[in-house]
């Protein structure tokens, strides 16, 4: 078994349990009570989002991103030293969250986040198992810095804080990330994807190309839809 199938597995293994426990560590206030399932999983989810962008923040200084060529230029076979690992831990992550939605949530509640994950274990998968556009892979989880804030939302929510100066805060914070780490990341990739791709095998170009017309789009009606709920009422 190869050491990133382990780090997936381990992965899995520490989110479930983390899982677990969370409803010991952060208790739910009464009107999150009646799901608490929800609860703990987005709790899982924030911390994953705060270990991974965090992580990929840091492997793509401004410095490395623009002189580095396993990131700039190649993207294909280089990367910097722990990517692989960070990027085999979010796959255990989507595979846990697949998972947790599957057992406690109706599937027509769910089927976006389920087809969303679904898109990032493969392709996220290929660059574990291949150890190949583990750089491409390292510019996706950018998207996570975004995600801490969008994650905070629902616990806001949740707790009944939508009127509080703390929800408004992180609803202007939350817009102006997914602008720039899940919009314009996204746009950076598919130009990435466009200029390389005689570089690229076509099996898997066609796994990137497709993956990022499924995330283009489905992020855009995520955009308007906070749009509309936190800023347009």
């Keep these: 078994i190869s050491p990133g199938l382990l780090l997936v597995a381990g992965s899995f293994a520490a989110f479930r349990l983390l899982n677990r426990g969370l409803e010991r560590l952060v208790p739910p206030p009464p009107s999150a009570r009646r799901n608490i399932w929800k609860w703990r999983n987005i709790w899982t989810s924030l911390a994953h989002s705060v270990l991974s962008g965090g992580g990929a923040l840091a492997g793509l200084s401004p410095r490395r991103f623009c002189l580095h060529p396993g990131l700039s230029e190649d993207l294909i076979g280089t990367h910097p030293p722990g990517a692989h690992s960070l990027v085999a831990v979010s796959v255990g992550y989507f595979l846990e969250d697949f998972v947790d939605m599957l057992c406690n949530q109706k599937l027509h509640q769910s089927w976006e986040l389920l087809f969303h994950h679904s898109v990032v274990i493969v392709c996220f998968g290929i660059a574990v198992l291949l150890h190949q556009y583990v ?5 996706a989880l950018l998207v996570e810095i975004n995600s801490i804030f969008l994650h ?82």
């Design 152 to 233: 905070l939302r629902q616990i806001l929510l949740m707790a009944n804080l939508v009127h509080t100066t703390c929800y408004r805060l992180n609803s202007i914070i939350n817009l102006g990330t997914y602008v720039v780490f899940r919009i314009a990341t996204l746009a950076w990739m598919t130009r990435w994807l466009f200029l390389n791709r005689q570089n690229v095998p076509p099996v898997t170009y066609a796994v990137g190309t497709v993956g990022m017309a499924i995330m283009t789009p489905m992020n855009i009606i995520l955009f308007y839809r906070l749009l509309r709920s936190d800023f347009f009422k």
């Design 135 to 139: 750089g491409f892979a390292l510019v």
